[in-house]
């Protein structure tokens, strides 16, 4: 989380206040660094909570792990069967994702030693978010291929989803009130973005972009800020959050041909991942409207190493996903980024000197100095 920091100076004379307001201090506005583990064993990290228990892949890419504090513990016990994978974790440690049932891929919740599948036993479904009170969102195949957004309760398994669209569609986000975001196909061959609250679906379009192509909703607060893409005129990915019908484009600069925003957490700070084509992507970070590739925030990133997608975002700020060994190709790796306390902010040059050699000439004592830290 960006820190704003603010000098207040309080000097014994009204003149000399005025003076000081009018030649100023400047706020540095320093972004947040992180330091980064590397999760062992693993390809990918796809989830966190609160309690900073990180949920990934191991590096078969078809076993699923739990980390925190330094420890990694195997998910599934000895019913697991592969290939399987994991998307998301709730505050009460609840992990849910997909697994091979012995008929098909199947929606499902593991534990440290069990897992159970949820929808209709034998449909091929799998279940991409879930909040704090268990509800989950996903998707479920039918018979003729197509995918349908689907809502599914994490304590009743083997239950037939509820599907919440009847065309080509994917439920990728629940907030603690239920509402379920994603995409759904439209008319034109292409998605669009879509909420779904209280039994009623609402098409958001391309979030009201004018001449964007299709919209992607990904992941949503308990605010209700959504986080997500459009695809623009040119066919390019543009990140967004949108909130009480306004769409902010993240990387507003243009600095990447591509932007993708994969999570929000409840105080709107997004992350995702962009690229310019052709290129390596990287993770990126948006916070108190800057967009910050993340490979310029760690502190301690190993050299020819780069962050190339940040999958998830907790209360706390913890951010993780996979990063990759660039110097030899696609060998990849999960992580887990702690922010650490922003610099202090100082004055910019000028102002210090006009500010306290005008002190001095009109002879005026500073009595005190505040700083106030805003978040």
């Known amino acids: 989380m960006t820190t704003k920091h603010r000098s207040v100076m309080k000097f ?4 000399a206040f005025a003076g000081a ?13 992180y330091t980064m583990t590397i999760i062992p064993n693993s390809s990918g990290a796809y989830g966190i909570n609160d309690s900073n228990t990180v949920v990934g892949i191991e590096t078969n890419g078809s076993t699923p792990f739990s980390y925190n504090s330094g ?3 195997a998910i599934g016990g000895a019913s697991l069967l592969s290939p399987s994978f994991v998307n998301a974790i709730n505050s009460g440690g609840t992990i849910v994702g997909g697994s091979w049932s012995g008929v ?3 929606a499902a919740v593991f534990g440290t030693n069990s897992v159970t599948f949820l929808g209709a036993a034998g449909s091929i479904s799998q279940a991409n978010a879930i909040n704090t009170t268990g509800e989950v969102a996903g998707n479920v195949q039918d018979t003729g291929g197509l995918n349908h957004a689907a809502f599914f309760s994490s304590s009743t398994p083997n239950q037939s989803a509820t599907i919440i669209d009847n065309v080509n569609s994917f439920g990728m986000g629940i907030n603690d009130s239920g509402t379920i975001v994603g995409y759904q196909a439209n ?3 292409r998605f669009d973005a879509f909420s779904y609250s209280g039994g009623t679906l609402t098409d958001l379009g391309s979030f009201g972009v004018t001449g964007a192509l299709g919209g992607y909703a990904r992941s949503i607060n308990n605010s209700g800020t959504i986080a997500g893409y459009y695809v623009d005129s040119a066919g390019y990915s543009r990140a967004v959050d949108y909130s009480g ?12 041909l591509n932007s993708r925003a994969n999570a929000i957490n409840g105080t709107g700070v997004v992350v995702g991942t962009a690229d310019n084509g052709g290129t390596t992507p990287v993770a990126f970070v948006y916070s108190n409207g800057v967009f910050t590739n993340l490979n310029n925030l760690v502190t301690n990133l190993p050299v020819g190493d780069q962050l190339i997608s940040a999958n998830a975002i907790n209360g706390n700020g913890d951010i993780v996903g996979f990063g990759g060994y660039t110097a030899s190709g696609d060998v990849t790796y999960g992580f887990l980024l702690t922010p650490v ?3 202090a902010a100082v004055p910019s040059p000028g102002s210090l000197g006009l500010l306290f050699g005008g002190a001095a000439g009109l002879g005026l004592i500073l009595l005190a ?5 805003r978040t």
């Open 341 to 343: 306390t922003a610099g």
């Open 104 to 106: 098909s891929q199947q």
């Open 21 to 33: 307001a009018a030649v100023g201090f400047t706020a540095a506005v320093e972004a947040q660094d």
């Open 369 to 373: 100095g505040r700083i106030q830290k």
């Open 245 to 256: 019908g306004v769409a902010t484009t993240l990387d507003s600069s243009g600095a990447y």
């Open 12 to 15: 014994s004379m009204i003149a």
């Open 187 to 189: 008319s034109s061959s």
């Open 71 to 73: 420890t990694t513990a």
